[in-house]
């Protein structure tokens, strides 16, 4: 496992990131925001790969991947969030700090959405600061991952 390096997934749908409701999900594409983390990642020394899949068992054979490559997982599951006990269960056996993403806040969205699986992994929750939310997960891995160090 690489100490410097990082793992962002993405989840169904953000490929659509920028084109499909804008309104919720802001207006930057997935390429905005992998080029943002590919910058930061950039200044804070770390390794980056960026990853989206709308299909949930590609999702987890990442996960079982980044055991051996990378030292922490951002993710943002999306839809699969509030769904996918196996994310969970793949996410569990990563042994680095993961981190979870969601562009908005789904928290004042639709009640299902409020319960997410890979919280009971996740080191920390992003949640509502827009595709932001990917810089400041970045920012944690780093932290975790020095301290871990």
Same mark, same amino acid.
């Not at 055991?67 to 509030?82: D, F, K, L, Q």
């Given at each position: 496992?690489?100490?410097?390096?990082?793992?962002?997934?993405?989840?169904?749908?953000?490929?659509?990131? /920028?084109k499909r409701e804008p309104s919720v999900y802001g207006h930057e594409t997935l390429a905005?925001?992998?080029?943002?983390?590919?910058?930061?990642?950039?200044?804070?020394?770390?390794?980056?790969?960026?990853?989206?899949?709308?299909?949930?068992?590609?999702?987890?054979?990442?996960?079982?991947?980044?055991?051996?490559?990378?030292?922490?997982?951002? !993710?943002?599951?999306?839809?699969?969030?509030?769904?996918?006990?196996?994310?969970?269960?793949?996410?569990?056996?990563?042994?680095?700090?993961?981190?979870?993403?969601? !562009?908005?806040?789904?928290?004042?969205?639709?009640?299902? &959405?409020?319960?997410?699986?890979?919280?009971?992994?996740?080191? /920390?929750?992003?949640?509502?600061? /827009?595709?932001?939310?990917?810089?400041?997960?970045? &920012? &944690?891995?780093?932290?975790? !991952?020095?301290?871990?160090?």
């Amino acid at each position: 496992m690489s100490g410097r390096s990082v793992l962002v997934l993405n989840g169904p749908n953000l490929n659509l990131l /920028g084109k499909r409701e804008p309104s919720v999900y802001g207006h930057e594409t997935l390429a905005d925001v992998e080029a943002a983390c590919r910058t930061l990642a950039g200044e804070l020394g770390l390794d980056l790969a960026f990853r989206q899949s709308n299909a949930e068992h590609q999702l987890i054979d990442w996960i079982h991947e980044a055991r051996e490559t990378v030292a922490g997982i951002a !993710i943002n599951p999306a839809g699969y969030s509030h769904t996918s006990v196996a994310i969970m269960d793949a996410l569990a056996a990563f042994p680095g700090p993961i981190i979870e993403v969601h !562009i908005s806040n789904i928290h004042r969205r639709e009640s299902f &959405r409020h319960h997410s699986y890979v919280s009971h992994v996740a080191a /920390g929750v992003i949640c509502g600061c /827009g595709t932001e939310g990917y810089l400041l997960a970045l &920012r &944690r891995l780093h932290t975790l !991952i020095g301290s871990a160090s």
